[in-house]
């Protein structure tokens, strides 16, 4: 074909895009002249007009694809915000748009750094993440090259994604696999992602397994023996979240948390104001009855998060939030609208692992959704494979595969040694044990 007669001396670039409609799986070519790409204007997002761009992004890309939902653009935005997100305090984040040569919008991406964790690594390693794009390497790669840059030149010698200037349960990891939808907080990409990354130089640093509870199938039986013969044991007590003790829940979390976390790799503490931020933001979704906590002699010793898959809502808006958005927010929140649930987080301090905890707060979250007989699904969120013993958790409850997420590791230097994420250990009771006793 003579493609100079279209004003294209070579041929055309063809993104050939998986999207879905009506239901069904579709095929859609998007096609870029060359001269229209090789044109391309990076820019950094620095003030209003380049960062609503930056939420304009994914909204021009995913148009056709009916499984995406928008994420509201305050929610990303509070992430860019030192006010409102605490890890500016110890780290910097920058984000950049892609424009062709007609000024389309064509991709986005934002570098980071949490000097927490920065230096944990084998190498000081950075972050990138929010990245969109068209199916084309020149575009990704440049994209990819900007993280890099501005990461190098603030002393990182790799960077993981894509991920989240935050904490790792929402935003996190580049979706390889799925077969049931994607619940708020999970990151939804196309394809052609995963070739892009891996074709410029990024390996797998861990793989993060997303299960599905179905709540029409009913629990092994194994589980309820377990769950009668702890909730029976003295001592042991369950309550759920009340609004009215908000603080004093925040606290008993935090208690857990940098206990059941502590070998982690790399692990920190998590930050209360974190915690207290994120319950006034969405207050208007949790429910206190989702949300368990389980003491010991009055201890706090476990917890689970769960919400409601606000993507169920979310997908009925547009994401700018203006006044119609807002408008259908508040009609559909009280419809019953919801059918599937997501444990954000979970947590059992080391001490009082292998005692069947989980079991009677699985209990207890079952009597509740009893009483919600609109939910279908229970997503049990991510685990790593770094993380064997959460993963027969999973198993022993009797859940389905739901997605597959990979966090990508890149490093600067290509004779550098790539390791793989470090396994939790099996016995962290026993070392728990250990650490506290001191003969």
Request: glycine residues 6%.
């Amino acid at each position: 074909m003579d493609f100079a007669r279209f004003g294209m001396p070579y041929p055309p670039v063809v993104s050939l895009q998986r999207q879905a409609l009506a239901g069904k799986r579709i095929f859609v070519a998007i096609v870029y002249a060359p001269s229209v790409l090789s044109l391309m204007k990076l820019i950094e997002v620095n003030d209003k007009r380049t960062r609503q761009a930056f939420h304009e992004v994914p909204r021009t890309l995913y148009r056709h694809d009916r499984e995406w939902v928008c994420v509201p653009d305050p929610v990303i935005e509070g992430i860019f915000d030192p006010a409102s997100n605490s890890f500016f305090g110890h780290g910097e984040a920058t984000r950049w748009i892609l424009r062709d040569a007609r000024g389309s919008l064509i991709g986005r991406v934002a570098a980071f750094i949490n000097k927490k964790k920065a230096y944990g690594f084998d190498q000081p390693t950075g972050g990138m993440g929010f990245f969109e794009c068209i199916d084309d390497r020149k575009a990704a790669f440049l994209l990819f090259d900007a993280c890099r840059d501005w990461l190098s030149a603030r002393g990182m010698e790799a960077m993981d994604g894509p991920i989240n200037f935050g904490e790792n349960d929402n935003f996190w990891g580049l979706l390889v696999e799925h077969s049931s939808p994607v619940c708020y907080g999970m990151n939804y990409h196309p394809a052609y992602y995963r070739p892009l990354f891996e074709e410029y130089g990024f390996r797998m640093y861990y793989e993060q397994v997303t299960n599905d509870l179905n709540l029409r199938k009913p629990f092994p039986d194994r589980f309820w023996k377990i769950a009668e013969w702890i909730r029976q044991k003295e001592g042991y007590t369950w309550e759920h979240f009340r609004f009215a003790e908000a603080e004093r829940y925040i606290m008993d979390l935090k208690t857990v948390y940098d206990e059941a976390w502590a070998f982690h790799e790399n692990f920190t503490p998590i930050n209360p104001d974190d915690l207290r931020r994120t319950v006034k933001t969405s207050r208007h979704l949790l429910i206190e009855e989702f949300i368990w906590f389980v003491y010991h002699e009055g201890k706090p010793i476990a917890f689970l998060v769960m919400m409601p898959d606000a993507n169920q809502l979310f997908a009925k808006l547009s994401g700018r939030m203006g006044l119609m958005d807002k408008l259908r927010f508040l009609y559909h929140k009280n419809r019953r609208i919801f059918t599937r649930a997501r444990i954000t987080i979970m947590g059992v301090v080391p001490q009082y692992q292998k005692f069947g905890i989980e079991s009677g707060i699985f209990f207890e979250l079952n009597e509740v959704m009893k009483r919600r007989p609109e939910y279908e699904i229970i997503e049990l969120s991510w685990v790593g494979d770094f993380n064997p013993k959460m993963r027969k958790l999973h198993e022993s409850v009797g859940a389905d595969f739901g997605k597959r997420h990979y966090t990508y590791r890149k490093l600067f230097k290509d004779d550098a040694d790539f390791r793989r994420s470090t396994i939790i250990p099996v016995d962290t009771k026993e070392k728990s044990l250990k650490e506290t006793d001191p003969h």
